[in-house]
């Protein structure tokens, strides 16, 4: 008998499958990583393996929840442009593939922000101009010679450096915060996805040892 798709409400024939992108948020009761998906992995989350809990209607709408997810975007794409700007300059074929890897990492991450919290960037800051480049290339990589084979894992000691920042500074928002509030919900969530980022980095590390 005719149903309807639970995510455009169209009216479906008998066996007909609609939208079958239809994903669901959840967020682990634990380490508060939220996470969207087509399903559960087995009710456990794959941070650190604590009981994971659906939202439905989610819509971080408020003042203080909009701030967080500002903050975080700007932090995800002060990343990009790291990692991008790195894997340009880096002179050792190898070495430019594992920042290739790293570089793509952070894109997916830009846009999973994007789609947990219905943000979206203007194309004019995923864009530099080149002068903007330059400058931002010279003050950031000050220090890096990029025809050296130190290069690339220097990058990661910045990267891993960079990326424990902005975890500790959600997780000190959050700790200031109100208890049980909104905006410490947010900060919570974005300093467990921080935290996945440093283990993520920290194990590729490895690579150059």
Known sequence: ?????????????????????????????????????L?????????????????????????????AIREALQFELDAFHFYRMARERIQNPQNRIILEQLYEHEVDHLHELEEKYHAHLDPSV???DAGAEKRLSEWLFRDIVFTDETAAPRVYEMAIEMERRTRD????VAAEAVEGSPERVVYLELAAEEEEHVALLEAEREQFR
């Open 1 to 37: 008998m005719p149903s309807f798709c639970p995510k455009c409400h169209k009216v479906l024939d008998e066996d007909e499958i609609c939208c079958a992108q239809v994903r669901y948020t959840w967020r682990c009761k634990d380490c508060h990583k939220l996470t969207t998906g």
């Open 39 to 67: 399903a559960l992995p087995y009710g456990k989350c794959f941070l650190c393996g604590g009981q994971l809990q659906v939202l439905e209607d989610r819509d971080p709408g408020g003042p203080l929840e909009l701030r």
């Open 126 to 128: 995923i864009d530099l």
């Open 169 to 172: 500074y959600f997780r000190k």
